[in-house]
């Protein structure tokens, strides 16, 4: 009786293996982008080409497999990978005929899996349609970096324009004067200065004195004497 039994066990595990074994499949993965094409089966199945099975529709890209079955399969997939930085477009009309059962993506890349049991002689169809992602100008980055220039240049106008009234407003004139005559010279030293304007050496050096009190001018020793120049 146990003998029996064992031999009863034995027969339906080599039944169970033996139709595992013969389960028949095709795998299909092609990617748009490159037109690579691996293909696995258990049948000598026909090749298959990325080009057949895509059309240019004006700035979009149609998708369009069809495959009538040569055996019986109990395990069908067939897996597209879209170009990089594509986005499906349509998707109530293009996909609603033969929705993926498995939409997935790595960031840059989408990939469509539509999987079942296919029967000899059956047919089946796969759409998808999609186009190239458009660079989209980021106008408010752009805005930003104008306003960001416009404050810097009128920022700097201002202040400029607050100096000169500033100048205008608490120095005497004889400072004036020295100031004039900076913006005149592309370098003025405090000799230049004593000579043009025909001032003593000590009447010079203390205006001077009170243009680096006010913070207007800066002196710089050169050689004898000192370049005098606008702070």
């Known amino acids: 009786m146990k003998m029996l039994l064992l031999s009863a066990l034995i027969f339906l595990i080599v039944i169970s293996s033996v139709s595992y074994a013969q389960e028949n499949f095709l795998y299909i993965i092609m990617d748009l982008s490159s037109e690579n094409v691996i293909t696995d089966s258990n049948y000598n199945v026909k090749e298959f080409s990325v080009t057949n099975y895509i059309n240019k529709i004006g700035e979009e890209y149609l998708f369009t497999f069809s495959y009538n079955s040569e055996y019986d399969f109990d395990d069908f997939r067939i897996k597209i990978i879209l170009p ?39 047919d089946f169809t796969a759409f998808a349609q999609y186009s190239a992602k458009k660079n989209v100008i980021n106008y408010y980055m752009i805005f930003c970096i104008i306003a960001i220039i416009v404050a810097f240049i009128g920022g700097y106008g201002f202040k400029k324009f607050k100096k000169e009234k500033f100048i205008k407003t608490i120095l005497s004139d004889d400072e004036k004067k020295i100031v004039s005559l900076i913006k005149k010279g592309v370098e003025t030293t405090q000799d230049d200065i004593k000579r043009q304007l025909n001032w003593s050496k000590t009447k010079t050096s203390k205006i001077i004195r009170n243009l ?20």
């Open 84 to 122: 990089e930085e594509s986005i499906i477009s349509k998707q109530e009309e293009s996909l609603v005929l033969s929705r993926p059962v498995k939409l997935s993506t790595d960031g840059t890349r989408i990939y469509l899996e539509w999987s079942g049991v296919l029967k000899k002689n059956q």
């Open 212 to 231: 680096e009190i006010k913070r207007t001018i800066v002196k710089i020793p050169y050689k004898k004497t000192n370049r005098i120049k606008l702070k």
